[in-house]
């Protein structure tokens, strides 16, 4: 039978750890007749007794791993942890809060042995979150389809997800230390499907995820995956230099008008207007520069980044799919 890799970041999630046991148990006994699973649970640092709690509980369930953390290195490390020691045919990555419910790990499957290598499992509405959650996540979304350019990151699809092993091997090749599981998996590409759920509120603990998780979230995600903003001053110099330039002309011809009769336009303050025109030259310049060292700059950081410039799915050859 196949084995398939649940993995769950933990931090602090003392109140939790038994209501999730009892709920992903629940389906997983139903799916033990086709499959086998492994539990990787990744204490990220927790103050609490979360450690001590999944100890306990491996002493009776042979499926779960126990991966500990020196400290706490953050959500997006700790899924990373697990993906490193996965052995699974397909991996799970999802949440211990059982927000991402269990009861979606069927359906995936299902997916899964059709062909699919990823199967994203995306919230049908966000309905239980605070209306400003909902429009920033909305705006987050929308700004990240208009950047990423031919990297597609799939809208209310978070870490909740089924990804088969050679996605996997393909995932741990990307060394950089800036990483956002969401934007790494449509990056790679594969065949790909979803399974669309409705959220439960949390009934359990307290969430982890405050703004300031939600803000350094999304400028990793962006700044991962495009260098597009580098673009901007750039560009913006290039606008600027235009207005300076007509500036410019329109104060040559007015003072032309001015020599030609001079109680025409008498009250253009043209000295002034000069050293307007000067430092905007001298702005406009300084900011191409700024854009140019930054093309350069976002250059290197995608070398830096060290991702493969292509994946192979497949080679056929001689009739014969390699």
Known sequence: MKLISIIVPM???????????????????????????EIITVNDGSKDKTLDKLYEIQKTDKRVRVVNLTRNFGHESAVAAGLSVANGAAVIPMDADLQDPPEIIGPMLELFEKGFDVVNARRASRKEDTWIKRYTAHQFYKVIDNLAGKVKVPSNVGHFRLISRRVLLELLKLQEH?????????????????????????????????????FDLAFNAIISTTIKPVYWPLRFSLVFGGLTGLSIVTQIVLFIINLVNPTTLTMFNHPLWLVLNIMLVAFTIIIFFLGLIALYVGKTFIESQNRPFFIIESIKEDGETQ
């Open 11 to 37: 931090y602090n999630e003392e109140a939790v750890v038994d209501y999730f046991f009892a709920g992903i148990n629940k389906v997983l006994t139903n799916l033990e007749n086709t499959y086998n699973f």
């Open 178 to 214: 800036n990483r956002v599981f969401r934007v790494q998996v449509p990056y790679i590409g594969y065949k790909t499907a979803e399974v669309a759920f409705v959220r439960p509120a949390r009934e359990h603990g307290s969430t982890h995820y405050n703004f300031n998780s939600m």
